[in-house]
């Protein structure tokens, strides 16, 4: 799984694009990642980079990356567990854990039956702290992803300048 997120990271560095959309990018594919919203990932990244004329792809990687089969139990117990410190005792984690793993494995129409049956207080807690979370994250991705897409473009013109002048000298 190492292999396949370093894999999804080079991908993300050799994307084509204006820093400021790629960066955009990522913080949509942050805060999707975090945002407890497991059926509707791809399509909530795609509505939002369409809306916020960032890079779909990059929100795509982000968004795989951050929001694996390693990572998801770990960040719904995050959101819950945020969730339920502003909504105290409004959903048990046992039950939203056997929900997300049977949500996991089943197709979309089964996963959404499942998502439906968990209730209305269950889905509140879990938006909650996950928008508690997701929020603050993807605003500080969005500096650090400008940042990093700078340099990647920088890298890219100097072996470009480099590449030319060997290619003159010959």
Known sequence: MAG????????????QGSPPA????????VFIGFAPVMPFKALLILL????????TVAGLLV????????TYLPLYYLAWWTGDLLLPGRASWAVLRASFETMRAAPLA????VAAHMGVD??????VGGLVLALPLALCSYPAAY???????????EKHRLDAAGGQAG
């Not at 396949?4 to 994307?15: G, S, T, V």
């Not at 089964?110 to 039956?113: F, S």
């Open 4 to 15: 396949k997120i370093a894999h999804l990271f080079q991908r993300l560095k050799e994307l």
């Open 22 to 29: 790629l960066a955009r990018g990522t913080a949509v594919g």
């Open 48 to 55: 939002l980079t369409v809306a916020t004329r960032a890079s």
């Open 63 to 70: 968004c795989t990356i951050l929001c694996n089969p390693l």
């Open 110 to 113: 089964e996963a959404l039956t």
């Open 122 to 127: 269950a889905a509140v807690v879990l938006l």
């Open 147 to 157: 940042r990093f897409f700078l340099m990647v473009e920088r890298k890219r013109r």
